[in-house]
């Protein structure tokens, strides 16, 4: 699996937007990239996942360059609720397992 | 809520008792899994089981034995454990076991070996 490089913390006002970049230059083709974030002594929470094309859902924004070396999760407005560790795992086309690194810490302040 | 539950939320345990984690998902997946993350250490994939068939065992002591007998259960079967093993254990399920298909993971069980 390509191997991802994330900022080990961030900070967010509440309200504004979260803006998550994830490197990951060594990707493949069929690779996917995913985000799940983890909030203290949770399971992790599937938030979005993507190939080549921009994604949006109810949760957040994937925004993936044209060159696939780079992502950017985007929460749009985000609450108190959205501190949480953000993961993420591009996950090969040849395997079931996810890989987890030690992500980004995102504190989201009033 | 994400149509995994695991029972129990928290166990203590001593190194001589047996205990069993629960799993069950309610999203009609054929594929789950056992995960473990210990303290400040990143989640470790331990199991995956795909049509109630073991398909992955990374290298886990014996010590814990999973066992899935249909595909919406799974279970983690927990004998002479060391404190070391003490850590949130998380499962997960997936339509398949394939790239393209999203885990869903419960909220975890917190063991505690004394």
């Known amino acids: 699996d390509a191997k991802t490089t994330q900022p080990p913390s961030m900070d967010c006002a509440e309200g504004r937007a979260a803006n998550l970049p994830c490197n990951h230059s060594t990707i493949s083709g069929n690779e996917y990239v995913y985000w799940y974030r983890q909030i203290h002594s949770q399971g992790p929470q599937y938030i979005i996942h993507g190939l080549k094309n921009n994604e949006t859902n109810e949760m957040a924004s994937l925004i993936i360059t044209e060159d696939r070396k780079s992502s950017t999760l985007i929460l749009p407005h985000a609450t108190l609720r959205d501190t949480a560790v953000y993961y993420c795992?591009?996950?090969?086309?040849?395997?079931?397992?996810?890989?987890f690194g030690t992500g980004t810490r995102l504190q989201v302040f009033p | 809520e994400t149509g995994v539950t695991q029972t129990p939320r928290h166990l203590v345990m001593g190194m001589t008792n047996k205990k069993s984690l629960k799993c069950e998902q309610h999203l009609g997946h054929n594929a789950m899994y056992w995960y473990k993350q210990s303290a400040k250490k990143p989640l470790e994939l331990m199991f995956v089981y795909n049509f109630k068939e073991q398909t992955e065992n990374n290298s886990v002591p014996s010590r814990f034995s999973p066992e899935c007998p249909n595909s919406s259960h799974l279970f983690l079967h927990l004998h002479t454990l060391q404190p070391e093993d003490s850590a949130l254990y998380l499962c997960?399920?997936?339509?398949?076991?394939?790239?393209?298909?999203?885990?869903?993971f419960g909220p975890g069980t917190r063991l505690t070996v004394l």
């Open positions: 997960a399920s997936s339509q398949t076991p394939s790239y393209a298909d999203t885990q869903y």
């Open positions: 795992i591009v996950r090969a086309y040849n395997t079931d397992k996810l890989i």
